[in-house]
């Protein structure tokens, strides 16, 4: 059965060859554009930077924020966990309302200082080698698991769809290979150009991925009810891998080992039941801890590299839309791998949802196996742009942060080029054995510990931008945050199962900031940073300097993006009964339905602050300006 198998993949497989050729033709290009990219701007722009418009930044954005997670996780975590899976619409909401707070201020500094590194910022604002190495690493960390889950999701999703044709090790190690061969050759060039390939496909499959599920299996309101049309009962206990379990006589359904199939609240009651407290507070803090966002280092180059101020105020306000057009679909891929799984073979039911659902779609014709092929290439563009883009900013904060501004301070364009490419590698091979020891059902958790330890960077960030924080509270408050972590994995969490560790350190982290900045704030003014730092920057960046490089530009208002946070904190359901039997409605737990209200809520607050952000005007050349 094995061999038919590969054989029906055929075609598949050919769809896979093509899309690997399509990111060699990228690669190659890009090494064309980077070669011109140096000539005019020098190797350091040409391989960590750039300037593209509206559509291309638009492109790039989509395809580095939906990523593994999106494609791999989001599904799995349906099947596994049912409506839970919900959360991941309201992180687009709070990452989004991260942006609006940083972003507008960060685009104009960018502008008007020449940052090139993610953490440039830091080291203009605080002038200081502790504080910009401690950055750097806390920076990182997080994209070194960002690395290794898209790495993990490569390797799961193939295994699925081959029958496990070769160990998970063979295929991270070929990911490696293709993400390192994207740098090597074309830099930000080759993720750029390679990421708006994979967007248009991205976008095509969530498109039609949702019309081909309702087509074949129903929508969720019709096959979510207990007593749904395609009820039917089967008997799950089959000798072979590939068997399809057989179909029980509704006069027999009684009998020991028949199991109901087709409708979800039947097969999976759990899923109607009012969440756990527990479960409730890894929401609020997996929704809260996407605050941090816009802080990661493939964001933050997405800043500078946008050709103007406007086209990231549209890209920006497109992440805000984007969610209710992707994170649906991988919900209802979950979901109906949970209704109808008790039904399919069991090599089948062992794949990850998004193989799982695949290998049974395409076997009902042939608009549906091109489908599926789409759906193929969609999961891996969305999991290889987002690693391209993670790899490649994890390289510019260790080679311009930690080699330029420590190691060796008058090191040349070249040699910092090199140095990221050695990052880069060795990132890879570090995500690689990571990744040996972790699974796709554990995204969840991977993604809330990601996104604490960026959440580590916030005072210096947040803070900074808005408010006269200083480089001590600072420093320390990180310092304390990283130090505290592994003692608490030794002597244990006392708030866990209801307070994340990452968070713990977090509240560490700002109370040692706070303490700091009212009784022991240290000096305004850095007498000792980075060598060459004075030079590139000019005097320390300072609260005012901010607000005289926002002249011309109008914020969003805080308050907006405050009101976004806390409406999607609403959403976590802690208002009523634990276990208790939940109402359905149009296919969701009555909590499932209010969490989607407070999104779209949500939305239309983002959307409010956004019309509040008016960059500035665009200056016009001079006369006697050339070109």
Known sequence: MAVDRHSRNGVLYLFMGAYFLALLWVAWVA??????????????????????????????????????????GIPQEAYERGFVSLRWMGVSMVGVAGMLLVFPRLRRLAVERGYQSPNDFITDRYRSRRCRLLCAAAGCVPMLIFLCVQMISFAAFLR?????????????????????????????????????????????????????????????????????????????????????????????????????????????????AFPARESACDMAFFLLNTLAFPLGPQQVQRVYIAASDRALRVVAFAMLLAPFLCQPPGIAIGLTKAALAPAWPKATVEATAVASVSDVLMQKGPLEYVLVSLLTTSTLA???????????????LVSIDVYKGFVRPRASPEEVVRAGLVSSLLSCAAAFCLGLFLEVGQMGSIVLFQLGMLMQMTPAFFLGLHVGVRERPVFYGLAA??????????????????????????????????????????????????????????EQLTVAGIGAAMEGTREPRAALAAAMVLLALCSVPFCGSPGSAEPMMVGLPRWGLMACTFFVIAMAVGACAFAQWQPPAVKPKASGDVG
């Not at 969305?382 to 510019?396: F, H, K, P, R, Y």
């Not at 022991?520 to 007498?527: D, E």
Request: glycine share 10%; with cysteine.
């Open 31 to 72: 090494r064309r554009w980077k070669k011109h990219a140096v000539a005019s701007d020098g190797h350091l722009q040409a391989h960590f930077g750039g300037s593209y418009g509206t559509a291309m930044l638009l492109l790039t954005t989509f395809s580095t924020t939906f990523s593994g997670y999106t494609v791999t």
């Open 160 to 272: 699925g769809l081959t029958q496990d044709a070769a160990p998970k090790w063979v295929f991270m190690l070929a990911f490696c290979g293709a993400i390192l061969g994207l740098e090597v050759l074309g830099g930000m060039q080759s993720v750029v150009l390679s990421d708006a390939v994979q967007s248009v496909v991205m976008i095509a499959s969530f498109i039609l991925v949702p019309l081909a599920l309702g087509a074949h299996f129903g929508l969720v309101p019709t096959f979510a009810p207990a007593d749904c049309p395609a009820l039917s009962y089967v008997m799950p206990n089959t000798t072979g891998r590939e068997d399809t379990p057989v179909a029980c006589a509704m006069e027999d359904v009684s009998r020991d080992g028949c199991v109901p199939s087709g409708c979800l609240a039947a097969v999976r009651p759990e899923f109607y």
């Open 382 to 396: 969305a999991i290889m742009s987002t690693a391209d883009s993670a790899l490649l900013g994890a390289s510019s």
């Open 481 to 538: 945050a990283l130090a505290s972590l592994p003692v608490l994995v030794l002597a244990g969490n006392p708030l866990w199962p209801f307070v994340p560790l990452v968070n713990v350190a977090l509240v560490l982290n700002f109370v040692v900031v706070v303490a700091l900045q009212l009784f022991a704030p240290g000096p305004q003014v850095q007498a000792v940073g980075s060598p060459g730092v004075a030079q590139h920057f000019g």
